[in-house]
């Protein structure tokens, strides 16, 4: 992706125009007028052009605010599986500039993960560049820089056990991430670091911390952002995303993906995040308009004139049960049907 700011990319022009006819979107029956790859109109559509008639609910594509890509590689899975957008949170720095190779699927990215010198994951998984070690503070400025030019959409830091960022140096990192307007994403995962996390002015924890939670961390973190990826860990996790949740902090869906191995919207990330306690339609919010708000997706997450035509139908309703995404009957991406070429024709 190009670092722009706010992503409203461009869409392959070259898409015919039609109209979708017979869905159910949210409560309601609604017919999608859809060109070049977006929505042109919902409700009062062209009666002129082709219909698509269809039976079933209508829910925006997914966006998977936590994958690593660079690790395991599913573009068209995830296409296939309902997802449109995805946050890759832990890359070398050279994916950066290469997300435009994902076809359809739009790929924002944190690049490598702040880290202190031999810290977190630069021992572990992410030997070959998914961390970028620092020690000083000019370090941490030429770090968020440096990501920031190549495109950077949001920064991540770690703060995990083993080696770690002083709290001074990663405050230094926040600091500079929101002077280029970026946010700040924190592997953090027992409860020391989830707190020290909101302290040093961390936007969004990557993980629901697996240790439970005190009550000073959930307070900290009631007016940020958590991402799921229950599935990804298990632990406390499940009971920390329930009390953080509760306190008011926004849910934002993601699933490890590459640390998992489902590529699509997971069934078992949504059965985890009902175990948690969150409504249907907090899950559905959380799958698509609040990491769209979050990451500045402009287009994605909603089911309105100008956005893509980004779509999953299902047989059920989802607001019923929100595992039905992980089913698609159909899934449309820029207009572009994902898992038939054609739906039927009147
Ligand atoms: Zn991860």
């Known amino acids: ?26 409560n309601s029956l609604a017919s999608v007028e859809i060109r070049n790859g977006r929505i042109t109109a919902v409700g009062d559509v062209d009666p002129n052009l082709p219909h698509h008639s269809v039976s079933g609910w209508l829910t925006p594509a997914a966006i998977d605010a936590h ?24 890359a070398p720095i050279s994916t950066l500039s290469n997300h435009r190779s994902a076809r359809e699927l739009l790929i924002v990215g944190s690049g490598p993960i702040i880290t202190a010198a031999a810290g977190y994951p630069t021992q572990s998984w992410g030997r070959d560049g998914y961390g970028l070690e620092i020690e000083t503070p000019d370090d941490a400025d030429q770090a968020v820089d440096t990501l920031a030019a190549r495109g950077a959409r949001v920064i991540k830091i ?7 960022l002083s709290p001074a140096l990663a405050r230094q990192v926040v600091q500079r991430a929101h002077h280029h ?26 993980h629901t911390p697996t240790e439970p939670l005190t009550k000073p961390t959930i307070a900290a973190w009631s007016d940020r952002y958590v991402v799921s990826t229950l599935t990804a860990f298990g ?5 920390n995303l329930t009390k953080l949740h509760a306190a008011g902090a926004d849910v934002v869906y993601g699933t490890d993906f590459g640390n998992t191995t489902r590529a699509g919207v997971s069934r078992a990330e949504i059965e985890q995040l009902k175990g948690a306690g969150l409504t249907s339609k907090a899950i559905l919010t959380a799958m698509t308009a609040t990491p769209a708000d979050l990451l500045k997706l402009n287009g994605f997450g909603r089911i309105t004139a100008g956005a893509r035509a980004s779509f999953i139908l299902t047989a059920t309703d989802p607001l019923a049960d929100p595992s039905a995404l992980a089913e698609p009957s159909q899934v449309w991406i820029n207009g572009k049907a994902q898992l038939h070429g054609a739906v039927t024709s009147p």
């Open 235 to 239: 632990g406390s996790a499940g009971a």
């Open 158 to 164: 770690a703060l995990a056990h083993g080696p770690r």
């Open 181 to 206: 307007g970026l946010l700040v994403f924190a592997h953090a995962l027992s409860d020391a670091d989830a707190k020290e996390a909101a302290d040093v002015g961390a936007d969004v924890l990557a």
């Open 67 to 90: 994958v690593h890509l660079h690790y395991r590689k599913a573009t068209s899975a995830m296409l296939r599986g309902g997802v449109a957008a995805a946050l890759d949170l832990g």
């Open 1 to 26: 992706m190009p670092p722009t700011s706010s992503a409203d990319e461009a869409v392959d022009r070259s898409r015919t125009e039609f109209v979708i006819v017979g869905a159910v979107i949210g």
